[in-house]
């Protein structure tokens, strides 16, 4: 709960009017959403009812989708996304996980410089630093620190994750963007990707999508129930799940769905 319920985070991410399409199918329909700041935000829904699009929506991933078009704004901060910033701008400052832990295949330290090397950055000392505080806010530099030049494809499932967590926070983002992060782990680690989701929220503001009801509960502040493309209700996670406002919410989270 929240310490200063007076002085309500403003907005970090701001949705409005968004429509999207692929092709003829509308697989989001007029989606308003708020994910206030320095909070976690988490979407929930049966498969296939558009989380995943919504998440993509945000740093623009399916600009490169064929036949898919959407209309409404989404803004940063005040930036709106198409309008004010270019995708490269847009990618540093939103960063993404995905399902499947995806480092690539190279060492550890090359996974987390990669970003930084790509706007740029080349002294040997200013990288070491980026790694390091990296690993540190992914809670996984004790683990990792003797072998950061080992590959990276060496690590267990849990630690690919922290890595792929670490590596998207190397070019300091405001946003991150998690897709069922936990998933494909086992309850050990999806416990640690909770945990360092919490302390994350402290300098970021966190989306994530999670089938896991419980993990909603447990680790978000604000939840987002979709079904079928709708935005159906969204508001602070306690309240949504202790007193839903729509009946297809009640139904869902009571497991008419699951
Ligand atoms: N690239 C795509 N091309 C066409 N349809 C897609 C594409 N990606 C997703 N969809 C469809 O859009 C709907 C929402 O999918 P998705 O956002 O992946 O849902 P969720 O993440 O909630 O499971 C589904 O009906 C899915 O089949
Ligand atoms: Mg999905």
Same mark, same amino acid.
């Given at each position: 709960m929240s310490m200063n319920t007076e002085n309500k985070n403003e907005a970090m991410v701001?949705?409005?009017?968004?429509?999207?399409?692929?092709?003829?199918?509308?697989?989001?329909?007029?989606?308003?959403l708020e994910a206030p700041k320095n909070e976690i935000t988490s979407f929930i829904g049966p498969s296939g009812c558009g989380k995943s699009t919504l998440l993509r929506s945000i740093n623009r991933m399916n600009d490169l989708v064929e036949g898919c078009r959407h209309e409404g704004e989404i803004?940063?901060?005040?930036?709106?996304i198409h309008r004010d910033l270019n995708v490269t701008r847009l990618r540093? =400052?939103?960063?993404?996980?995905?399902?499947?832990?995806?480092?690539? @295949?190279? +060492?550890?330290y090359d996974n987390i410089a990669y970003g930084p090397r790509i706007l740029g950055m080349r002294a040997k000392l200013q990288l070491d630093e980026i790694v390091e505080n990296s690993l540190r806010q992914a809670a996984i530099w004790e683990e990792l620190k003797d072998r950061l030049k080992k590959s990276a494809l060496g690590l267990s499932g849990g630690q690919q994750q922290r890595l792929c967590?670490?590596?998207? =926070?190397?070019?300091?983002?405001?946003?991150?963007?998690?897709?069922? @992060?936990? +998933?494909a782990l086992d309850p050990i680690a999806t416990a640690k990707i909770e945990e360092l989701a919490q302390q994350l929220k402290k300098d970021y503001t966190i989306l994530i999508v999670t089938h896991n009801m419980q993990q909603a509960v447990r680790i978000s502040d604000q939840t987002a129930f979709f079904l079928l493309g709708d935005l159906v209700e969204s508001g602070p996670t306690q309240e949504l799940f202790a007193n839903p406002k729509q009946k297809k919410t009640e139904e869902y989270i009571t497991g008419m769905f699951a």
């Open positions: 701001s949705i409005r009017g968004w429509n999207l399409y692929y092709g003829s199918f509308q697989a989001l329909k007029n989606i308003n803004c940063l901060n005040g930036a709106e540093k =400052l939103v960063g993404m996980v995905f399902q499947k832990p995806n480092p690539f @295949p190279m +060492s550890i967590i670490a590596r998207a =926070l190397a070019v300091k983002p405001q946003v991150l963007l998690m897709d069922e @992060p936990t +998933s």
